[in-house]
């Protein structure tokens, strides 16, 4: 049951779909593709991580990462230095899982646990302010939320 929960938990926080090797983020359609593609690489992490498969975590984290510092651009566009603020602090506590998956002996349980507590609450900042779930339950972005 702790499976289920740490990636219902990391599938709230950041959830989607991978669209690789997109590059900056410059309009609300790029944001949400680029959202969604953090989400299934996060959710595909956390099933690696669990499994022990702490290669195949580290790769997708390093998606989610690389989807994290893509994206930033946008916030940047749009002048909201708070959006950018949750982003560098979602980056920097994702690193921190990083370096925990490449100890000598990782320890699956206290990564997701590190995922839940600190990543999941950094992701969790900019989405209760910019992100909301359609119809279909998928996260977007806000309307009116960037202005225009």
């Known amino acids: 049951m702790h ?3 740490s990636i219902a938990a990391l599938m ?3 959830a989607g779909v991978l669209v690789v090797a997109q590059g900056k983020v410059a309009t609300p359609e790029e ?3 680029t959202m969604k593609a953090l989400g299934q690489a996060n959710q595909a992490a956390g099933k690696a991580i669990t499994s022990g498969d702490f290669a195949e975590g580290t790769k997708q984290l390093a ?7 893509d994206s930033r651009e946008f916030w940047i566009m749009h002048k909201k230095d708070d959006a950018v603020s949750a982003n560098k602090e979602t980056v920097a506590k ?6 925990m998956l490449t100890a ?4 699956g349980t206290a990564i997701m646990a590190a995922m839940k507590q600190s990543v999941g609450p ?3 900042m900019c989405h209760e302010k910019y992100r909301v779930r ?6 977007v972005l806000k309307p009116g939320s960037i202005g225009g």
């Open 3 to 5: 499976f289920k929960s």
């Open 12 to 14: 709230v926080v950041c």
């Open 31 to 33: 944001l949400d593709k």
């Open 63 to 69: 998606i989610v990462k690389k989807a994290l510092d």
């Open 94 to 99: 994702l690193e921190e899982v990083q370096k």
């Open 104 to 107: 000598p002996k990782p320890e």
């Open 122 to 124: 950094a992701c969790r």
């Open 134 to 139: 359609d119809a279909e339950n998928n996260w």
